[in-house]
């Protein structure tokens, strides 16, 4: 099973999360930049360098903005965008579906925190940094890269060491608050992360970080046992008593190879008669979010001949009770059916191929020593549409 450890030994911020995941697949950064330019942000540019810190060589990232759309405190004349104009925003852009469902779940999760923070109702939540340009195109761009990275590497299950934290104050716009940031520990406490303060006088995990960590981590701990594959450091800002890094590592905890992995997995069902298509369509965003490996939906007859759904959904087992949750509190089953299954899985990636209508994503699916590329449906939709040819076509053109 392929796993992301987010080694949070120095907090977590928008950018050094952006800066760890270019680290650990640099080759991705066409393809976020051209997905980011979709989101009608303008005038922004992400600059990439190195930093030492501590002696560690790390990759940094800075958006580069113009001056009335920047979330530093000298410039206070950014848009005052709330939830609802940044989701728009997303859901206007040509990301992937995962990785406009996890942006715009990051947000959430920062605008429930500040509405309790503040004692407002979450829809007059307005951003302030976090709704300037620079964080958008930080949570977005991780949103990518991450959605990008599961799909690459076949990454199953994403896990976080305790986040530290600094101690002392810090500067927002609403003036000098106490470290953590009260959002931040809102955040942190919806989630059940396990976080820590250390001693350095500083604010290191920022609400945009801890939104970022806190939608995506399983599990938060010591890294599991794992055959380390990859690694990225991603710098901040600050020059520390430790270094101001975060380390995300890839690895592998069964070894794998280039044919089929064999690997355990739970599979949850229910059969439910009672319970509208919507409902059970956001069920399926819930349980996706909370980490299953796949959801689906099977017609049935129940007893009485009653036309029903087949709830299936498929986990690593350490996140059964969790899904499990999620489904009783979602829909009207009562009761599920729990099982444990072995499943292989191919070597597979995803690769940018040039056709003659475009650039297209494809997946490349590898066994006995053969490739087969699948183009993705989104992308290939994209381009039927800006070509104006059947979407069999697209898919004609790519030649594996």
């Known amino acids: 099973m392929k796993i992301l450890y987010f080694d949070c030994f120095s907090g977590i911020s928008g950018d050094m999360t952006l800066a760890a995941l270019l680290d650990l697949c640099p080759e991705n950064f ?203 450091y991603g710098a901040g800002t600050k020059d520390l008593a430790v270094p101001n890094v975060l380390r995300v590592i890839l690895g592998d905890s069964e070894g794998g190879g280039a044919g089929g992995a064999t690997e355990n997995i739970t599979v949850i069902e229910t059969n439910i008669d009672d319970c509208s298509p919507e409902i059970l369509a956001y069920t399926m965003e819930k349980l996706f979010c909370a980490g299953a490996s796949d959801v689906f939906f099977t017609p049935v007859y129940m007893k009485k001949n009653r036309p029903a759904t087949q709830l299936t959904a498929l986990c690593q087992s350490g996140l059964a009770e969790k899904l499990a949750n999620v489904i009783f509190s979602e829909t009207t089953t009562i009761g599920l059916r729990m099982r444990e299954e072995k499943r292989i899985c191919l070597a597979r990636g995803i690769a940018m191929v040039q056709t003659d209508f475009g650039g297209l994503r494809v997946k490349k699916v590898e066994f006995e020593g053969e490739e087969k590329w699948i183009p993705e449906y989104e992308d290939a939709k994209r381009l039927a549409r800006e070509s104006g040819v059947p979407l069999h076509k697209i898919y004609e053109s790519v030649k594996k």
């Not at 500067?171 to 009260?182: D, L, M, N, S």
């Open 30 to 232: 066409d393809f976020l930049v051209s997905d980011l330019k979709t989101l009608g942000l303008e005038g922004w540019e992400i600059i990439v360098g190195r930093r030492e810190k501590n002696g560690i060589n790390a990759n940094h990232v800075k958006v580069a903005l113009p001056p009335n759309d920047r979330g530093d405190h000298a410039h206070h004349h950014h848009p005052n965008r709330n939830y609802a104009n940044i989701a728009h925003m997303i859901d206007h852009s040509e990301m992937s579906a995962g990785a406009k469902l996890l942006s715009k779940n990051i947000f959430k999760r920062i605008a429930t925190a500040e509405a309790k923070v503040h004692g407002v109702g979450f829809r007059e939540v307005h951003f302030h940094e976090v709704g300037a340009a620079d964080s958008i195109i930080d949570i977005a761009g991780a949103s990518v890269l991450l959605d990008l990275l599961v799909t690459q590497h076949g990454i199953e299950r994403i896990c976080s060491s305790p986040i530290s934290d600094g101690y002392g104050f810090a500067y927002c716009q609403h003036g000098k608050i106490p470290v953590p940031a009260p959002a931040t520990v809102e955040i942190f406490k919806e989630a059940g992360a396990k976080t820590r303060q250390i001693e350095v006088e500083s604010e290191l995990a920022t609400p945009t970080g801890a939104a970022i960590i806190a939608e995506i981590a399983q599990s938060y701990g010591l890294m599991p046992e794992m055959k380390a594959l990859k690694s990225g």
